[in-house]
């Protein structure tokens, strides 16, 4: 019954599985690093965390030896000792202040004002960000490994699975499914083109569970007429973007995904996956979220919970 996923070149998808962009840029003179703040935002955690602990152990490093070469400035500490001077310093940056140490002379504690005013801009500066960081709304949204082409009312039909990962809900979800495919124009040239993928339904009011996303393959359809060989020659990508408000964050969420050829499954159908407990409560079987039938085992009433 279950059907595996064929593998799909990954250089051919534009949008990759997990939502980002499958683009090479060239050419271009922005670089990451002349945006850093949203080169922090975007980066791995950690990542993020191994540059912010390498930050801070360099800057306590740095005023260490600026501490040393002042001479004997810190009082109980031993004259050059590196690991004294540093000490001294992550307490100044972090105004710990145990009192064992402390500057005397004034170059000494010209370091030490300097010091903390960095360490106080410092600190904001790293609240903020993981503030930030942990303030971004992030979508659990799962799609089906795959999308089928089955009839639907005596009409070919494209379907896919979404549903929501979290215990919550997505307030007014809106799914848009845009077909992406290379054209070539009377002149010769190589176009990549977009066509508007019209849905049986694109919103949805409490999206909690799951839904199954309909486009409907007829005279207006840009699939309408196409064969499956001809989707792989022309590169064609169903692009898919949703959008709605988490009510746990109040803040708008995003998702996106896509389907190239290979993944796009023709004349099968999905599992049902909704069914009821024995107590009479609504069950929803996730196991099977990917799993595909042929049309005759669907109408067997196959599936469910």
């Known amino acids: 019954m279950k059907t595996t996923r064929r593998k799909a070149p990954v250089s051919r998808r534009m949008v990759n599985r997990h939502g980002s962009f499958n683009v090479v840029r060239k050419g271009i003179s922005h670089k990451h690093w002349h945006d850093p703040y949203h080169l922090l935002l975007t980066l791995p955690w950690y990542y993020t965390l ?86 971004l709304p992030r979508a659990r949204v799962l799609f089906s490994n795959i999308a089928v082409i089955t009839p639907y009312n005596n009409a070919p039909t494209l379907m896919f699975r979404v549903a929501n990962e979290r215990e919550n809900l997505i307030l007014e979800a809106q ?25 049986v339904r694109s919103q949805s009011p409490l999206f909690a569970l799951t839904w199954t996303v309909m486009h409907v393959i007829d005279e207006n359809s840009p699939l309408y007429g196409v064969t499956s060989e001809e989707m792989v020659e022309d590169e064609m990508e169903v692009v898919i973007t949703l959008t709605g408000l988490d009510e746990t964050v109040s803040q708008t969420i995003h998702a996106r995904h896509s389907y190239i050829s290979e993944e796009i499954i023709w004349n099968m159908r999905f599992v049902d996956i909704l069914g009821k407990t024995k107590d009479g409560r609504r069950c929803i079987n996730y196991a099977r979220f990917h799993d595909v039938v042929s049309l005759d085992e669907e109408r067997n009433g196959l599936g469910g919970c």
């Open 175 to 199: 799914v848009r499914v845009t077909l992406a495919r290379t054209e070539i124009t009377k002149e010769g040239d190589v176009m990549r083109r977009f066509y508007d993928m019209p849905l």
């Open 50 to 135: 191994l540059l912010i602990s390498a930050g801070y152990v360099i800057a306590n490093a740095l005023f260490a030896f600026a501490y040393i070469l002042g001479g004997d400035g810190i009082e109980n500490a031993r004259p050059g000792n590196f690991f004294d001077a540093f000490f001294f310093s992550v307490q100044t940056m972090a105004s710990i202040g145990y009192g064992a140490m402390y500057p005397k002379t004034p170059y000494a504690n010209f370091l030490v004002t300097v010091e903390s005013l960095l360490g106080l801009i410092g600190l904001a500066m790293g609240s903020g960000l993981m503030f930030a960081r942990f303030s």
